[in-house]
């Protein structure tokens, strides 16, 4: 295996090779051929990706290590106006413990190093592959862009939350209006998914519940997983910029199932050369729409009639150097919070890798993050954070039966220099115990709380 893997790494080292041969080679090559042929026209990005979690007692431990390449090519602008560009991505599992074995007391499977890989097939040790930007872009005016076909996702609840070895994309028309200062418009209806730890793509409904879903209003295991209708999701934003405020708003529908509407303001006041004061505020509002993905209950994603507000603020000071933020999110307790996980991550100012609040209600959650950036290649965080969730019990409200919880991140990245220009070392640990009533039940605890996790990645982009 290490050996095949040796042999496709050389291959792909000779033809980054040979392209930046012909880039730095124009006498040999004519105009036309130098525009196609560019080192800006290809992409080659590479991962490494090894996690650890150490779960508490005799609870199962797991580890995964991973690699991956994605090759991608994009034209120069045709007639000034038109790109294509396109991109596939290959990945192997080079070692893990069973990620497809439950815990013998729990009878849970894993939950994190599963998704360095096949989500669907955990025991899949094959070479990988997924074709994932195929786009055709339409540029007018000065700076506004129409595209059409498969993109990265660029939007508060659809992102490409880049955690694991590839990110989440998706496929529709994106119409980004830029010809104002200081004003954008948004718009785009997306018809499918190729959600992060997933080798295919699928419509919106059908990619709705490939990650677990917890339980329903009733306390029974979810059943809205390939059972949810939706043609697709619709999104429109508007950005303003005021001197040292800018405002976004957003809202998003997902046909049958939601609509969110979503405002966010932030603001920046200078308190000396290169030093501000920085505060934020988002509001968001869902509520349920159609039947919810499904005409039986039983088997929606979401229930008619349910509603949630989140409220998240946050206050700051930046330098060249560094940065501190303390953090607050506010879930009323009217309904669930309700964002498939398979989207994206949490948009709110408390949101710390590792962990989301989709699936609850009535949550407190503070937090405060600092980060120390002493040089272009450098960037250290360390973040903590407080979340108060409704009881484990409480199955209106908690869809995970996920305990309250403190979690910890500390996080380095290492840009590197000269030959081994392109390459980045990141480094992420995470430490999460528990701050509920478990009832001595270990279901409430295995990878939820009680854990810690170690992250270790390298990204090298040509």
Same mark, same amino acid.
């Given at each position: 295996?290490?050996?095949?893997?040796?042999i496709?790494?050389?291959?792909?080292?000779?033809?980054?090779?040979?392209?930046?041969?012909?880039?730095n080679?124009?006498?040999?090559?004519t105009?036309?051929? +130098?525009?196609?042929?560019?080192?800006?026209r290809f992409?080659?990005?590479a991962?490494?990706?090894?996690?650890?979690?150490?779960n508490?007692d005799?609870?199962?431990?797991s580890?995964a290590?991973?690699?991956?390449?994605?090759?991608g090519y994009?034209?120069?602008?045709?007639?000034n106006?038109l790109?294509?560009?396109?991109?596939?991505?290959?990945?192997?599992?080079?070692?893990?413990?069973?990620?497809?074995?439950?815990?013998?007391?729990?009878?849970?499977l894993?939950?994190?190093?599963?998704g360095?890989f096949d989500l +669907?097939?955990?025991?899949?040790?094959?070479?990988?592959s997924?074709?994932?930007?195929l786009?055709?872009?339409?540029?007018?005016?000065?700076?506004?862009?129409?595209?059409?076909?498969?993109?990265?996702?660029?939007?508060?609840?659809i992102n490409?939350q880049?955690?694991r070895?590839s990110p989440?994309?998706?496929?529709?028309? &994106?119409?980004d209006?830029n010809?104002l200062a200081?004003?954008?418009?948004h718009a785009?209806?997306?018809t499918r998914?190729?959600?992060?730890s997933?080798?295919?793509?699928?419509?919106?409904?059908?990619?709705?519940?490939?990650y677990?879903v917890?339980i329903?209003?009733?306390?029974?295991?979810?059943?809205?997983?390939g059972?949810?209708?939706?043609?697709g999701?619709?999104?429109?934003?508007?950005?303003q910029?005021l001197?040292?405020?800018?405002l +976004?708003l957003?809202d998003?529908?997902?046909q049958?199932?939601f609509n969110?509407?979503?405002?966010k303001?932030?603001?920046s006041?200078?308190?000396g050369?290169?030093?501000?004061v &920085?505060?934020?505020?988002?509001l968001?509002? +869902?509520?349920?729409i159609?039947?919810?993905g499904?005409a039986e209950?039983?088997?929606a994603y979401?229930?008619?009639?349910?509603?949630?507000?989140?409220v998240?603020?946050?206050v700051?000071?930046q330098?060249?150097?560094?940065a501190t933020?303390?953090?607050?999110t506010?879930?009323t307790?009217?309904g669930?919070?309700l964002?498939?996980?398979?989207?994206g991550?949490?948009?709110?100012?408390?949101f710390?890798?590792?962990?989301?609040?989709d699936g609850f209600g009535?949550?407190?959650?503070v937090s405060?993050?600092?980060f120390y950036?002493?040089g272009k290649?450098?960037k250290?965080e360390?973040?903590?954070?407080?979340?108060?969730?409704?009881?484990?019990?409480n199955?209106?409200?908690n869809?995970y039966?996920?305990?309250?919880y403190?979690q910890?991140?500390?996080?380095?990245?290492?840009?590197?220099?000269?030959?081994?220009?392109?390459?980045d070392?990141?480094?992420?640990?995470v430490?999460?115990?528990?701050?509920g009533?478990?009832?001595?039940n270990?279901?409430? &605890?295995?990878n939820r &709380?009680?854990?810690?996790?170690l992250?270790v990645?390298?990204?090298?982009?040509?």
């Amino acid at each position: 295996m290490i050996r095949r893997l040796s042999i496709f790494g050389l291959i792909l080292g000779l033809s980054a090779n040979n392209m930046a041969v012909w880039a730095n080679r124009p006498d040999t090559l004519t105009t036309q051929q +130098q525009r196609w042929l560019g080192r800006d026209r290809f992409l080659i990005r590479a991962r490494s990706f090894f996690m650890a979690t150490d779960n508490q007692d005799d609870l199962t431990d797991s580890y995964a290590w991973g690699i991956g390449v994605g090759l991608g090519y994009q034209t120069p602008r045709l007639f000034n106006h038109l790109k294509i560009a396109g991109s596939g991505f290959f990945s192997k599992k080079l070692l893990s413990s069973d990620l497809a074995a439950r815990d013998p007391q729990t009878n849970q499977l894993n939950r994190y190093e599963i998704g360095l890989f096949d989500l +669907q097939n955990p025991g899949n040790h094959a070479l990988l592959s997924r074709f994932e930007e195929l786009y055709v872009q339409y540029q007018f005016g000065k700076k506004s862009t129409i595209t059409l076909g498969r993109q990265l996702p660029r939007s508060p609840f659809i992102n490409p939350q880049d955690g694991r070895l590839s990110p989440t994309f998706v496929e529709g028309i &994106v119409l980004d209006w830029n010809e104002l200062a200081n004003t954008k418009i948004h718009a785009e209806y997306l018809t499918r998914m190729a959600p992060r730890s997933t080798i295919g793509w699928f419509n919106v409904g059908e990619s709705i519940g490939l990650y677990p879903v917890g339980i329903d209003n009733t306390g029974k295991a979810s059943q809205y997983a390939g059972n949810t209708q939706s043609a697709g999701i619709s999104q429109l934003s508007l950005t303003q910029t005021l001197g040292n405020v800018t405002l +976004q708003l957003w809202d998003t529908h997902v046909q049958n199932i939601f609509n969110v509407a979503y405002a966010k303001a932030d603001m920046s006041l200078p308190t000396g050369e290169k030093r501000q004061v &920085v505060a934020g505020f988002q509001l968001a509002r +869902q509520w349920s729409i159609g039947d919810g993905g499904n005409a039986e209950a039983a088997k929606a994603y979401d229930q008619p009639g349910n509603r949630s507000l989140i409220v998240s603020g946050r206050v700051g000071y930046q330098t060249t150097r560094w940065a501190t933020y303390l953090n607050a999110t506010r879930i009323t307790a009217e309904g669930r919070y309700l964002m498939p996980r398979e989207w994206g991550r949490d948009p709110f100012y408390t949101f710390l890798m590792r962990e989301k609040n989709d699936g609850f209600g009535d949550v407190t959650a503070v937090s405060t993050n600092l980060f120390y950036t002493p040089g272009k290649r450098i960037k250290a965080e360390a973040s903590f954070g407080y979340y108060q969730l409704p009881d484990v019990k409480n199955v209106v409200l908690n869809k995970y039966g996920m305990p309250s919880y403190t979690q910890a991140n500390l996080a380095l990245t290492y840009r590197l220099s000269n030959f081994l220009n392109g390459l980045d070392v990141q480094v992420l640990w995470v430490l999460k115990t528990n701050a509920g009533n478990t009832y001595d039940n270990n279901r409430y &605890v295995y990878n939820r &709380v009680g854990m810690n996790q170690l992250n270790v990645i390298l990204n090298y982009r040509l």
